[in-house]
């Protein structure tokens, strides 16, 4: 089992950029495939991002393409996601996922382990 703990979050204007952290812990991290979801009040939990275990594969959703990017650090056990360009409709709870060790994937019940979330609000 990893443990996840996402940093970053907060509040800001449209237009602006914001970098999320997210710390794991276990040494099998650097081996998992890694994932960014989002709630938002009302809303179920949607796929933003994800990446395989040497980050040289991407995917994100077509809502944040161009606008945000996934990476890791593998050696400090961490997975980012850089936001830039933000909107409104990116506010949410973002939480970061790990996967199971068996390729990229897009839903919820492919990933096996879970931060506590840090919430964006981004103002207009």
């Known amino acids: 089992q990893v443990q996840l703990v996402e940093s970053g979050g907060g509040l800001v204007q449209a237009g602006g950029s914001l970098r999320l952290s997210c710390a794991a812990s276990?040494?099998?991290?650097?081996?998992?495939?890694m994932g960014w979801f989002r709630q938002a009040p009302g809303k179920e939990r949607e796929f933003v991002a994800a990446?395989?275990?040497?980050?040289?594969?991407?995917i994100y959703a077509d809502s944040v393409k161009g606008r945000f990017t996934i990476s890791r650090d593998n050696a400090k056990n961490t997975v980012y996601l850089q936001m830039n360009s933000l909107k409104p409709e990116d506010t949410a709870v973002y939480y970061c996922?790990?996967?199971?060790?068996?390729?990229?994937?897009?839903?919820?019940?492919?990933?096996?382990?879970w931060g506590q979330g840090t919430q964006v609000t981004v103002s207009s």
């Open positions: 276990g040494r099998t991290f650097r081996w998992i495939d």
């Open positions: 990446l395989n275990w040497s980050g040289a594969n991407t």
């Open positions: 996922a790990a996967g199971r060790g068996d390729g990229l994937h897009t839903t919820p019940p492919d990933f096996g382990s």
